[in-house]
């Protein structure tokens, strides 16, 4: 474990504005800068905080609550007599910030699926360079339980994320992968109720679900990225009818009634 001496890190003298939130943001930026130049990396020691608090000008309870902020998403950990060390964050705290930002956001899952289709499209052409053997029959795993699970809501939700998720795996990119499983919750409720959706629909469209999945596979496997983008754009494009069919639903419902009634009256006129 190696302990980051203060000759390494840059000298910051600017006196502290008095705002208590100005020197919490400095602490991070300052941390965060030395995360992405290579400065501290994962393992290595913090210096104390009442060197970190002269050295950025702030005050040491500043510094303090920055740290437990910065440990609370994994950042770093504050161990007893050993003092701050940097850690690899764990993805998935991302994600839960990640959907609980975006909890009260009218229609947050159009635009989260907005975002899934730039970030999956290119996956797709990624994986039909870079896909391995094991991504290959992870793919082929998923496909065989979504087959399996046509008439179970929540199975054939799950299939269907582990499907695309293995796609976006296959694509050997970390950045899209990370950013990918940031929208892990949002995602799976998506695929969950597009597959409530689907189950009112007949046999017809289940079947087009497993034969898209299955055309999605076997453009991967030829290395086809064009085909494969436009296979991908297709099978989302029955998502975006189901969630437009969704949002009329509603509408028809509310209709009908009042049509009843409007007829029931010209009857008795």
Do not use: W
């Amino acid at each position: 474990m190696t302990r980051i001496p203060a000759a390494t890190a840059p000298s910051i003298t600017r006196p502290e504005t008095g705002a208590e939130g100005s020197g919490f943001a400095k602490v991070f930026g300052f941390l965060r800068e030395q995360l992405l130049e290579g400065k501290i990396r994962n393992g290595d020691r913090l210096l104390p905080e009442r060197e970190l608090a002269l050295q950025l000008g702030v005050s040491r309870p500043i510094v303090r609550e920055a740290l437990r902020a910065m440990s609370m998403l994994g950042v770093v950990e504050i161990r007893e007599r050993v003092g701050t060390v940097v850690c690899q964050p764990d993805i998935s705290v991302l994600g839960d910030v990640f959907a609980f930002s975006l909890a009260q956001v009218p229609d947050v899952i159009d635009d989260v699926m907005q975002a899934r289709i730039a970030l999956e499209c290119q996956a797709i052409r990624l994986a039909c360079q870079r896909a391995t053997a094991t991504d290959i029959e992870r793919m082929r795993e998923a496909l065989d339980v979504i087959e399996a699970t046509m008439n179970d809501a929540d199975g054939g939700g799950l299939a269907d994320f582990d499907f695309h998720s293995a796609l976006v795996r296959a694509s050997r990119s970390d950045t899209i992968v990370q950013l990918y499983a940031a929208m892990a919750t949002l995602l799976t409720r998506s695929h969950r109720d597009r597959r409530r959706a689907v189950g009112g629909q007949g046999d017809a469209i289940k079947r087009t679900v497993v034969e898209d999945h299955r055309r999605l596979l076997e453009v991967i496997i030829a290395g086809d990225a064009d085909a494969a983008d436009l296979a991908l754009r297709r099978h989302f494009h029955i998502g975006d009818e189901l969630r437009r069919q969704k949002a009329l639903a509603p509408a028809k419902t509310a209709a009908a009634p009042a049509a009843k009634t409007r007829k029931s009256k010209e009857e008795t006129s």
